[in-house]
């Protein structure tokens, strides 16, 4: 029976990766991870009964501690406790789906354990790629793609031996729910406005980054580093219907393409039992209602994270950290009414301009760096408040 370790169990993907785990029947959850919901927590804990269950908040990890108390569970807390987690001496897959640049530390420690990692936190390859993927080739662990979009370009390079044959990647994007508007029609969003997808379910920060167009920016950066090609070599579609997840062209001119529903569960599984596929129930695509599939170009002018996430993964170094880090406050600001929509993309660029960039940062650096950001921009929105 195979054994996995699941950061951030409580979130959109934890959460359907029990579902996928549950309908399979043949893995064991050993370690669970969570932010601060600890009563779905307490759920997940008595019904898949892991060795060990973690949760950032200190206080909150005291409450869980004293409510499974019935229970032969070790709860742990803080970064420490989420290492604990990502190293949990039996799990022999991590699954990383923490949301934001908390997931560098454990996925390293994994990595450094010998765990693979069914990597949905792309953070930690946009910030530290270049740490990341030397350590995995000298640990020999395999870095499995959880995201729809790099799960599909996974797939298609199935059976192709080496990158060298890539000779571009086609990353779809749906376009968001304000695909078509211009920024003068975006300026009173709200939360509210830009937490409806058309297509997909997902948590709160991602689905406002789908609807900024940052996160298909990261997911360049993340294809740059998950598949050794440059950054010229990732061409963004826009596929409105999500029903291509991404393709790959290939230097004697073919295209090959994963389709499939809008539904996590599949990339899920794919990274879970890989090379393996398995049944899994749910809708499947009926080409005869869907009648056609259109593509457009990205709309730049409008849409100005994904410019500015090609600046930033061409320029390298400590560049993308400062365009994560920034997107992560601006839009946890944006999330709590201090800040307009477009002010997102706005801060995002001013964090860019005014950082000097380190070429090769260890990761204190990087970690320096969001910090750097991250103070620059509270005073900066304290400076025009």
Not at 73 to 90: F, H, N, P, R
Not at 178 to 184: H, Q, S, V
Request: proline content about 4%.
């Amino acid at each position: 029976m195979k054994k996995i370790s699941i950061l951030g169990s409580t979130g959109s993907i934890g959460t359907q990766t029990l579902e996928v785990i549950e309908n399979n029947g043949d893995i064991q959850v050993t370690a669970l991870a969570a932010g601060s919901n600890i009563a779905l927590l307490e759920k997940q804990i008595r019904k898949v009964r892991p060795r060990l269950a973690c949760v950032w908040d200190e206080e909150k990890a005291a409450e869980l501690k004293a409510n499974v108390a019935d229970l032969d569970v070790k709860v742990v807390s803080g970064m420490d406790g989420l290492i604990q987690a990502a190293t949990e001496e039996s799990a022999e897959i991590v699954v990383t789906a923490v949301v934001g640049m908390i997931g560098i530390r454990p996925t390293i420690a994994a990595m450094e354990a010998g765990k693979d990692i069914a990597l949905a936190n792309k953070e930690t390859l946009v910030t530290a790629g270049h740490l990341i993927m030397p350590l995995a080739k000298e640990k020999n662990v395999r870095i499995l793609p959880v995201d729809s979009e790099h799960s599909a370009i996974f797939q298609c390079i199935q059976g192709v031996r080496g990158s060298g044959q890539i000779h571009k990647i086609l990353l779809t994007a749906s376009g968001g729910p304000f695909r078509g508007l211009t920024r003068e029609q975006m300026k009173d969003i709200r939360p509210e406005d830009a937490l409806k997808h058309p297509n997909w379910t997902m948590g709160r920060k991602i689905t406002i980054d789908s609807s900024t167009m940052v996160n298909k920016g990261l997911e360049i950066m993340e294809a740059h580093w998950l598949f050794d090609v440059s950054m010229d070599q990732v061409q963004v579609v826009v596929q409105p219907k999500s029903i291509i997840h991404s393709m790959v062209e290939f230097e004697d001119g073919a295209v090959m393409a994963q389709l499939g529903t809008p539904d996590m569960k599949l990339p899920i599984q794919y990274a879970l039992y890989y090379p393996e596929r398995r049944y899994l129930p749910g809708e499947r695509l009926d080409f005869w209602k869907i009648g056609q599939i259109t593509m457009e170009e990205p709309d730049f002018d409008n849409f100005p994270a994904l410019s500015l996430a090609c600046e930033a993964g061409t320029t390298g170094g400590s560049l993308p950290t400062v365009f994560n880090a920034a997107n992560e406050y601006a839009v946890s600001r944006f999330l709590d009414r201090k800040i307009s929509y477009l002010a997102i993309t706005d801060m995002i660029e001013a964090a860019m301009r005014r950082h000097k960039v380190i070429e090769n940062p260890s990761l204190e650096q990087i970690l320096e760096t969001e910090a750097e950001t991250c103070d620059f921009l509270k005073n900066q929105y304290r400076a025009d408040s």
